[in-house]
């Protein structure tokens, strides 16, 4: 591990989260994390997960940035970026290389491999983010996750494409880098999410990740530990919020404390006399609401997003094969009932993801051992496994310029923005 010290830079809808840490080892010399610091603040220009107000979102950094130096003590100097949002698009591609019968598959077969299999048409305004080998092929040998060293004369590799506008990867690095700071990598949230909240056996049997953010729901599906398909939906928690305010005719932010401290997604377990003050609009500024009236509408709402990831589950041709169910997490799988109501709608096994249950962190702090904090931590736990991903997924080294001129931008994005 070349760096010891990670810090992480998670850019959503809702908040917008720094977390610093340190590269430890334990006594077998295996590596771990120990949290320094970490820095939150209300998102401010951000709609769906992509930058609208480059200013607001910049100034909104510099303040995590802030706070994260002042409680780790040290200065941030390069960071990992989460990005997400509906800008992201997938699809799947193939990419074959020879391979020296005489030395058997090397990490240079595998990168040749992975670079065909990136050579897919992809209209000018968008770029590749990641390229990951969904699974492997040696001569007749199939389903392979790792083929190096594996005798044979041709790879294949089944691989897993990432990509996103161009506009929007420039905007979130044009914040970030305006605070002097090396990107290390843009990493896609589900993945980061995916590194904090998945058990090692989930993502070997087959999982499904729900990280219901504030703007967008993020889904990916994950088999014999790669990741096989995303997807980003338009609805999250944000949406939830909204249909409160509706209901309530009281602001936005009044509606967000409704959800977060009464509300319930099984309606049927609230006390039917159970009442709650808000302050609304109008000549009656405050009133009181059932509390189960609320929770009605928050059912609603997310009955509608538990269909919609049961038919994104259905039509994406993965649905049997997550066998460990579907683990949710983000800040809106913390509402009371959403194991319940998703077990319930989509017939499978279901928990929320918190970070830190199955990970080498130490000193995680209550407040980020919250799901809505699995970005976060997953993004410093990216940064660990880098040097072990190289070998999995060779493409994540393969696209980093030298260029001395753009060497801020650190991996792949270097060669994206101008000067």
């Not at 005798?151 to 506008?165: K, M």
């Not at 009656?284 to 929770?295: A, D, K, V």
């Amino acid at each position: 591990m070349s760096k010891e010290i990670l810090a992480a830079i998670d850019v959503g809808t809702t908040k917008i989260c720094c977390v610093v840490g340190a590269v430890v080892h334990d006594s077998l010399g295996q590596l771990g994390l120990r949290i320094l610091g970490s820095s939150v603040t209300p998102s401010r220009g951000i709609r769906r997960g992509v930058v609208m107000d480059v200013p607001e979102v910049t100034t909104a950094i510099g303040q995590v940035l802030e706070g994260a130096e002042k409680a780790a003590g040290l200065r941030i100097t390069s960071a990992y970026v989460g990005i997400a949002g509906s800008h992201i698009t997938t699809t799947n591609s193939a990419g074959i290389s020879p391979i020296d019968s005489r030395h058997g598959v090397t990490g240079a077969d595998m990168q040749r491999a992975l670079e065909a299999a990136q050579a897919v048409s992809l209209p000018a305004s968008r770029e590749v983010i990641h390229v990951i080998a969904r699974r492997w092929k040696v001569d007749e040998h199939t389903d392979i996750q790792q083929p190096l060293g594996m005798s044979g004369h041709r790879l294949e590799v089944d691989a897993h494409i990432v990509s996103g506008t161009t506009s929007a990867i420039n905007n979130l690095a044009q914040c970030v880098l305006e605070h002097g700071i090396d990107i290390d990598e843009l990493v896609l949230e589900p993945l980061a999410s995916g590194e904090a909240v998945l058990t090692p056996e989930e993502r070997y049997m087959g999982v499904a990740m729900a990280d219901w953010g504030g703007g967008t729901t993020d889904l990916a599906f994950f088999r014999g530990n790669g990741l096989w398909h995303t997807e980003v939906l338009d609805v999250g928690g944000n949406h939830l919020t909204n249909d409160v305010a509706l209901g309530l005719r009281a602001p936005f932010e009044v509606a967000e404390e409704m959800k977060l401290r009464y509300g319930h997604l099984q309606p049927e377990r609230v006390a039917e006399d159970e009442e709650v003050w808000a302050t609304v609009f109008g000549d009656r500024p405050e009133r009181t609401f059932s509390r189960r009236f609320i929770s009605q509408i928050l059912e609603a709402r997310a009955e509608e997003i538990c269909e919609i990831i049961q038919e994104r589950i259905t039509s994406s041709g993965y649905g049997q094969m997550v066998p460990a169910g579907l683990v949710l997490t983000g800040g809106s799988s913390q509402i009371p009932g959403a194991v319940e109501l998703s077990r319930r709608l989509l017939g499978m096994p279901v928990r929320v993801g918190r970070p830190g249950e199955h990970t080498p962190i130490q000193q995680l702090s209550r407040e980020l051992q919250s799901p809505a904090f699995a970005t976060s931590v997953g993004l410093l736990l990216w940064g660990l496994h880098e040097d072990a991903r190289a070998i999995h997924f060779p493409m994540q080294k393969t696209l980093r310029e030298e260029s001395p001129m753009l060497v801020r931008l650190g991996g792949w994005l270097r060669s994206l923005l101008p000067g």
